[in-house]
């Protein structure tokens, strides 16, 4: 009986990732380590070359940039991390506001965006509908303090951030 119940969730998770349309739109990102205009300069011409990045905005004082995303082209939000690594600091916060059409949400549930997996954490039951706001959890998103806390109550797909040969972001709300 036990194996019916994990092969009918492994099931509807599947399903539900495989179906699940999401258009990511903009991302507010905060920058860690960033001191002069000159540091938040750097940040933003780099982030800029990203072919996916339409525009992006800074605000020194709380050292955070609006990024708005191109509606044909798919957001990798390791390739933020990276640039922004490149420029010699590091993302703090990083929070991807997506649309979704009606997805059923719960803790351990996925969606797939960009041939990549997104599986929130710390959630309860509910239905998504509309521009939602979704925080990044892992390595490069948060932290080092956040990030040790998370990975002390997480499985090893989170520490690795990989599930089989996926790349798989945790997200929450």
């Given amino acids: 009986m036990k194996k019916r119940t994990y092969l009918g969730l492994l099931i509807a998770l599947l399903l539900n990732s495989l179906y699940t349309h999401a258009q990511v739109s903009k991302a507010d990102m905060q920058v860690s380590g960033l001191t002069c205009s000159m540091c938040q300069l750097a940040t933003q011409k780099a982030v800029k070359t990203l072919d996916f990045v339409a525009d992006i905005q ?97 499985g090893e797909s989170y520490r690795t951030g990989k599930m089989g040969n996926t790349r798989n972001y945790h997200i929450g709300l």
């Avoid at 709380?62 to 990276?82: S, W």
């Fill in 58 to 154: 800074p605000d020194l004082n709380n050292t955070n940039f609006v990024i708005t995303f191109k509606k044909d082209k798919t957001v990798n939000p390791d390739l933020l991390a990276k640039k922004v690594k490149g420029a010699g600091f590091s993302i703090s916060k990083l929070v991807l506001t997506y649309t979704f059409s009606d997805l059923k949400i719960a803790n351990g549930i996925s969606f797939t965006y960009g041939g990549a997996q997104f599986s929130f954490l710390n959630v309860g039951a509910k239905t998504l509908n509309g521009a939602t706001k979704i925080t990044l959890l892992d390595k490069d998103f948060v932290s080092a303090g956040t990030y040790k806390q998370l990975a002390s109550k997480s």
